[in-house]
Nanobody
């Protein structure tokens, strides 16, 4: 069964931190790159960070130095540690997994998506 469950979002003040989790089915997770994406109202998905199956991360310029992506292969789970959050980080965050070329190439043609988790950065 193909499944993605994102969690960990919420309301946080500017400068605060959140840790997002993404539990994926093995068919999505095993041997694949995992990416975190965010969607602003009325906009398409933007890639936030991606981690290869070997554990090599890459980040969008807007989050470099503030966000850290990681994965736990034993738990089929990917994480996004978000520090020094800014109001412009407010969005719905999604994760997904697949071949690296799919994970980094808009429009990120994965078969299905989870429900996402909402992050709101506001004072």
């Amino acid at each position: 069964q193909v499944q993605l469950v994102e969690s960990g979002g919420g309301l946080v003040q500017p400068g605060g931190s959140l840790r997002l989790s993404c539990a994926a089915s093995s068919s999505i997770f095993n041997g694949n790159a995992m990416g975190w994406y965010r969607q602003y109202p009325t906009k398409e998905l933007d890639l936030v960070a991606v981690i290869t199956s070997a554990g090599s991360p890459n980040y969008a310029d807007s989050v470099k130095g503030r966000f850290t992506i990681s994965r736990d292969n034993a738990k089929n789970t990917a994480y996004l540690q978000m520090n020094s959050l800014k109001p412009e980080d407010t969005a719905v965050y999604y994760c997904n997994g697949g071949p690296l070329v799919v994970a980094v190439t808009p429009p990120f043609r994965f078969g299905s998506w989870g429900q996402g988790t909402r992050v709101t950065v506001s004072s």
